[in-house]
């Protein structure tokens, strides 16, 4: 944090930032956002419900059905799901950012295995309530979402899915999935409320209570990435290998599914794909498009640290070349929420200011 | 407590010179005079061109009186109550506090949080200025701390107490010196996962009040549940013991919850009702509340917002509006208030440093 902060004081004492001087024309300014939102959010939303919506059909089988064939195709919609919503994850803003939506939807980091108790408890005592999806609202966040739902499908004792006796698991974990669809239909619909968040970012003015200015509307576009490298970084990749040098495969996101890196690769993706759908790079003045540039040679980069990286995470983590390539993730990660926090943000002329970064 | 050069003592010329070739050109005869002959009155940490951390001593009118290198950035710093002692702490996850001795502007020396501990910026001395106490994060427990450090001897660690939550950040000691109200933001972090909040759907700011012979909890404040989400984080007393306290939202900011309020000295939580297009303004995000006794007044500052609101206690209407990009820092000075900017504005002037959050005013 402190060299970032470095850039940015630095570059704030030069007068190189100032509040409400954008560098571009405030129409070339909002069309990335209305882009972005047409270009990929919107398709995004509707493949994540989509893809939930089919994991809570898999489910059904399985409880249905209980066999090997209905628990594998259970696991893969569950694996479907979990990749279409690491590609929305990171809007963390409107629809996802109301109603503790997110953490209903991902409890995590669980530092403390909160969600592993509780998933436990309901098992081991039987919970009736947990089999009803209208419950689970109401319940804490860590019995709602993915991380419950994972371990239902692949934690221990999850194989006797596939023969008789294991309804009341199966049906917790039915009703999971179908909370998790109702997450993310309505989730969908307010995407694609023609009054709804989309309008609202992609139009701002003294009369938008959300965004009153052309500045936040723009500050929104490129704070989101730079806080999504942030996330990956820290949530995702340090906390697995962390600074003593002994790698914690089990601190892993998603590491009974081995979906660690397939997730992180998905995120990435998605994060490419935003920024190319909205043409950002073209409404950077000439003499700045390198950083356009740059940020396509880090996906690049990245890309290939991640195409080396598809295997479960105790693999990776057992192999030097690879736990090499995670740390070059590591800093490719620090180098695109630069990119996109820093020197974006200053080429577009947006106030970055020293005491308002990073609260406290 | 260790002196933070790694090589041990260091001279003060040596020391001025690690701030850098700007900080001797840049004073000016004036400045020189003011380094010998002027009090300091005010003390902000600060951001320098050549990327150096530190803390400045600051005159009346703003005039930089001496600067300090810190190790890393700092955010609050108190005086002790003969003002002759600063310690600046760490901002969060830091761990160090730099103590200076202001009368003979020697080398700043630093002390640590212990094993499993971060500071979260804020200390208040006791009454007798004795005692230093410390907002901590036990953070492998997940609980807030108030360390308890000896000024007389090295500022040693002889204990702690419970600051009654999780992320304690700013603290204020009560009129009658034996209780203290624990400003707990309620967020949950872990170094090892940099800033994230790892509790942000459970969080439960409240105000703590705690019994400093005993440090028992005697009482809690908590806010409404719709706004649980409001992170209380710092604090500002008025003289017969109402603490104003302000927050900054960690859920949807165009919610528009209540980003203020007052605990009174019989304990009455009162949030502060401001005008919908003035909530507006702040960001969800108050960065310093300070309150000013002779002019009965308490300015909020919002870096996010660029904005600083000025409130009358009494009415608890909006007195007046500073429009000021980046601005936080903030002390009551006359009838007014003296701000600052992380664009390097300070009492209206560009200067060439990035000021840091919080100004403490040295007791007369």
């Known amino acids: ?360 | 407590m260790q002196l933070f050069s790694p090589t041990g003592l260091i001279e003060r010329r040596t020391l001025l010179r690690a701030a850098g070739g700007a900080f001797l050109a840049g004073l000016a005869p004036r400045a020189a005079e003011a380094l010998t002959e002027t009090d300091a009155v005010f003390a902000s940490a600060y951001f320098d061109r050549e990327g150096q951390y530190g803390v400045a001593l600051l005159t009346e009118c703003g005039e930089i009186v001496h600067r300090y290198v810190l190790p890393e950035r700092g955010h609050d710093a108190v005086f002790d109550p003969t003002g002759r002692t600063l310690v600046v702490f760490a901002r969060r996850p830091g761990t160090f506090a730099a103590v200076i001795d202001t009368a003979n502007a020697a080398t700043p020396v630093v002390f640590h949080a212990p094993e499993g501990r971060h500071f979260y910026g804020h200390g208040r001395f006791s009454a007798d200025g004795r005692l230093l106490y410390v907002t901590e994060n036990d953070y492998d427990n997940a609980r807030g701390a108030i360390g308890i450090y000896d000024a007389t001897d090295g500022f040693r660690r002889i204990g702690e107490f419970s600051s009654g939550g999780i992320g304690p950040h700013d603290m204020t000691i009560l009129p009658g010196a034996r209780t203290m109200l624990i400003a707990n933001g309620g967020l949950e972090t872990h170094p090892d996962y940099g800033r994230t909040i790892l509790n942000l759907a459970t969080m439960k700011p409240n105000l703590a009040l705690v019994d400093l012979r005993d440090g028992s909890i005697m009482a809690t404040h908590e806010l409404p549940h719709e706004m649980h989400k409001l992170s209380i984080r710092h604090l500002s007393m008025t003289a017969d013991g109402t603490v104003w306290f302000a927050c900054q939202d960690q859920g949807d900011i165009h919610e528009l919850f209540p980003l203020a309020g007052s605990v009174s000295p019989q304990g009455e939580l009162a949030l502060l009702d401001i005008p919908e297009e003035d909530l507006r303004r702040l960001h969800g995000y108050i960065g310093s509340v300070v309150v000013n006794e002779r002019a009965g007044s308490v300015v909020f500052t919002s870096p996010q917002g660029n904005v600083a609101y000025e409130i009358d206690r009494e009415s608890r209407a909006v007195r007046a509006r500073h429009d000021l990009v980046d601005v936080c820092g903030a002390a009551a000075r006359g009838d007014g208030f003296f701000l600052s900017t992380g664009q390097g504005m300070l009492d209206g002037r560009q200067t060439s440093l990035a000021w840091d959050n919080h100004i403490v005013r040295r007791p007369a």
């Open chain 1, 1 to 360: 944090m402190r060299s970032f902060a470095i850039i940015l004081a630095a570059a704030t004492l030069l007068g190189v930032n100032s509040a409400h001087a954008l560098t571009v024309s405030d129409e070339a300014a909002v069309e990335p956002v209305r882009n972005v939102v047409a270009g990929f959010i919107q398709p995004a939303f509707e493949r994540f419900d989509e893809s939930a919506e089919l994991a809570g059909v898999a489910v059904n089988s399985l409880c249905e059905e209980p066999a090997k064939r209905t628990l594998e195709s259970a696991r893969q919609a569950f694996r479907d799901s979990a990749l279409a919503f690491a590609r929305i994850e990171f809007l963390r803003t409107g629809p996802l950012a109301r109603d503790n939506r997110l953490e209903r939807l991902l409890f995590w980091p669980d530092r403390r295995g909160i969600a592993l108790r509780q998933v436990q408890a309901a098992i081991a005592t039987g919970d009736e309530s947990v089999t009803d999806a209208a419950n689970l609202p109401a319940k804490s966040v860590a019995l709602q979402g993915y991380t419950a739902l994972e371990y239902l499908l692949f934690g221990t004792g999850s194989d006797k899915l596939a023969g008789a006796g294991s309804s009341h698991r199966c049906g917790f974990a039915a009703a999971v999935a179908e909370n998790i669809h109702a997450i993310a239909k309505a989730l969908d619909a307010e995407w694609h409320d023609k009054n709804g968040y989309a309008a609202v970012w992609s139009a701002p003015g003294p009369d938008n209570e959300t965004f009153r200015s052309v500045e936040e509307t723009v500050g929104e576009l490129v704070s989101l990435p730079s806080e999504a490298f942030e996330i990956i970084r820290d949530q995702r990749l340090k906390p697995i290998l962390p600074d003593d040098g002994k790698p914690k495969p089990k601190l892993a996101l998603f590491w009974r599914s081995g979906l660690t890196m397939a997730f992180t690769q998905s995120s990435f993706e998605a994060l490419r794909t935003y920024f190319e759908a909205s043409g950002l790079a073209g409404v950077l003045p000439e003499d700045e498009r390198w950083q356009a540039r740059s940020i396509e040679f880090e996906f690049n980069n990245a890309g290939d640290a991640l195409s080396r990286l598809q295997m479960p995470i105790e693999d990776v983590l057992a192999n030097e070349d690879r736990v090499s390539d995670l740390k070059y993730l590591m800093i490719l990660s620090q180098s695109l929420q630069r990119l996109f926090g820093e020197q974006i943000t200053a080429t577009l002329g947006l106030s970055v200011g020293f005491s308002s970064l990073d609260g406290d």
